[in-house]
């Protein structure tokens, strides 16, 4: 029933957004001689911030065609090499790289947006690495006869694509899946796989989200798995290719990190309407373009979005030493050679101070020289990995990183 009168209300509003759309581009016609009245630029940008505001957006493109180098700008090739029923990973490569330039597996997170929301996370790490993303699906898209996907599946999967790229690989993870990610790395050590990744790079990470928690840690915390599994999972609609299969809804992820900021969206479009009216097309186009990402969302399956909120948010498996993969306990002191490098936001109000930290205090068998933390000033979670401080302040420190643990060539 909640997929379904989310689905009313999407389509009601999509007429509603393309009434509005056509309706602002009568009212600024030139040819329409209600557009030289005073209150008509005031509702024509009215109705296009709202047309903007209620549409619907699909899967976008990463659309990296080229990267600046050396103030030239170089072509990105972009391909899938290795295509899985639950995501793809997706290979970017710069012309003109350096043969002995780093490979790296950036790891996007599975939490209700789409892999092109590190869209520039990958468009600067292109610049000087060979990039691999995981471009994970949308679980209403995949047929229930492909299965489940839990975090188990997860780990696996990031085996198996850094198998694909090779050794001597680098590993980054944004957020979520930096507890994943850290297990991958843990399992590969212990098994002496010749895959592991030569760096990891946790950004914004719940890895103990007993530090510093926030408010998405309390919601986690003030309510038992069972509410979780009654109040936000449903079914996939018939009209999809994955009806019948148990989602966690994107459109409640989305709905939930529009309630925490609610003021500073209202206040955006806001901003948006004044450059609308004032005739700064650019900036209202960077503040649309910044919704169309944020807006694009893609659906979870039940099992590995319970999992995540029982294991990580509810149980701390991972610090506690009890995070379990196939019925093995994760061992992450078999990690002694997979150099890490934590990073947080000084303002994220997702993964608070601390909890990606917490996994250099968690790896004994790594040396103090394998380790290192880097707190981003003023940077928030969105900020991380986008925009000018990740380009400007962070990106470096990881290319640092990557630089003084290079590939030995195994």
Known sequence: MLYNAYEMQRQFLSGASAWAAVSAQWLT??????????????????????????????????????????????????????????????HFKRDGLPEDAPRLLIVAPMSGHYATLLRGTVARMVESAEVWVTDWADAR????????????????????????????AHMLAVCQPSVPALAATAVMAKSGDPNRPVTLTMMGGPIDTRQSPTTVNDLAMQRPLAWFRTQVITTVPLQYEGAGRRVYPGFLQLAGFMTMNLGEHMMS???????????????????????????????????????????????????????MHRGELVDLGAITDTAI????????????????????????????KHKKYHLAPGAGHYGIFNGSKWREQIAPVVEEWMASHPATGG
Not at 141 to 168: A, C, E, R
Not at 276 to 283: I, P, T, V, Y
């Open 141 to 168: 898209t995949v047929n229930v006869d492909k299965g489940t996907f839990d975090l188990d599946d997860y780990i696996d999967y990031l085996i198996d694509f850094l198998g694909v790229i090779g050794p001597d």
């Open 269 to 323: 479009h806001y901003e948006m309407f004044k450059h609308l009216r004032a005739g700064d097309d650019e900036s209202a186009e960077k503040t649309k373009d910044f919704y169309e990402e944020y807006r694009s969302v893609c659906d979870m399956t039940a099992e590995f979005y319970l999992q995540t909120v029982e294991e990580v948010f509810q149980k701390h498996s991972l610090p506690k030493g009890e995070f």
């Open 29 to 90: 016609n030139p040819r329409n001689p209600l557009g030289y009245l005073g209150f008509t630029p005031m509702m024509a940008s009215a109705l296009d911030v709202f047309s903007h505001a209620s549409a619907s957006y699909g899967k976008p493109a990463f659309g990296i065609e080229t990267v600046p180098v050396d103030g030239k700008d170089m072509a990105v090739t972009e391909t899938v090499v290795e295509r899985r029923a639950f995501g793809d990973l997706r």
């Open 341 to 368: 490098l934590a990073i947080e936001g000084e303002r994220d109000d997702i993964s608070g101070i601390g909890q990606t930290r917490a996994a250099l205090d968690i790896t004994p068998g790594l040396s103090m």
